[in-house]
């Protein structure tokens, strides 16, 4: 069974459409994250859940929308799609706080490509 | 602002040689850090973490990584390089915030390519 899966896994649209990426994990965990994986392999982090509370928002264009329906899902949500969002988009988990004593559990990946 | 920097873009290693992956830090406070490892097209995948005690931290799949605090480096290793090691390699590091209090933030460097030749 996989822990962390996303979808969809690849995700090729216009610009200024709006799309949406879902996550869920089995794992049972109470955090949930958003990461950012440029061409460059650099990755950052977006966003981050705890039990549906929004504990992390970093510094990206209010057209990023997360929205945590249960502790087990994590989506994001994308208005007005620019060609710089293309990326690859990583959900993750971790069994609650502070999140960084514990291992995070990464999704495969979404690979968004705006055109 | 805390930061990790892993000076080398690549590594190349011959199957069964000694590997090393290398990682500096820059924190304030205790640093709690992590390696994690990218196969292609995949998430990543957690190897270790440090948080305190032992200097020497073994991990997944054979790797160990020696936190060293005078150099302030946290080197990643292993005895015997793999094929099936050639892979992306991020060390991260837990951030700070503005009045000096721990985040649930990871801050990772921009990832090493290890490539194992048979």
């Known amino acids: 069974d996989t822990a962390v899966s996303q979808t969809p896994k690849y995700l090729v649209t216009q610009m200024g459409n709006d799309k949406s990426i879902k996550c869920e994990q089995n794992?049972?965990?109470?955090?949930m994250y958003w990461y950012k994986q440029d061409s460059k392999k650099f990755l950052k982090i977006m966003f981050s859940?705890?039990?549906?509370?929004?504990?992390i928002n970093e510094t990206v264009p209010n057209r990023f929308s997360p929205k945590s329906p249960d502790k087990a899902h994590l989506n994001l949500h994308i208005n007005s799609l620019e060609l710089g969002d293309s990326a690859v988009y990583f959900c993750?988990?971790?069994?609650?706080?502070?999140?960084?004593?514990?291992?995070?559990?990464f999704g495969p990946g979404t690979r968004l490509t705006v055109t | 602002a805390q930061s990790v920097a892993q000076p080398e873009d690549q590594v190349n290693v011959a199957e069964g040689n000694p590997l090393t992956v290398k990682c500096t830090y820059s924190?304030?406070?205790?640093?709690?850090l992590f390696w994690y490892v990218q196969y292609p097209n995949r998430g990543l995948q957690f190897l270790l973490k440090?948080?305190?005690?032992?200097?020497l931290v073994k991990g997944s799949y054979g790797f160990e990584a020696e936190f060293n605090k005078s150099q302030t480096s946290f080197h990643l290793k292993k005895p015997s390089a793999l094929v099936s090691d050639s892979a992306l390699y991020f060390c991260?590091?837990?951030?700070?915030?503005?009045?000096?209090?721990?985040?649930?933030?990871?801050?990772f460097g921009t990832g090493t390519l290890l490539a194992v030749q048979p």
């Open positions: 991260a590091v837990r951030d700070i915030g503005a009045r000096g209090g721990a985040t649930n933030k990871l801050i």
């Open positions: 859940y705890n039990n549906k509370e929004l504990i």
């Open positions: 794992l049972g965990h109470d955090t």
């Open positions: 993750a988990s971790s069994p609650g706080l502070p999140a960084v004593l514990y291992e995070q559990y």
């Open positions: 440090y948080i305190t005690g032992d200097n």
């Open positions: 924190v304030s406070g205790n640093p709690y």
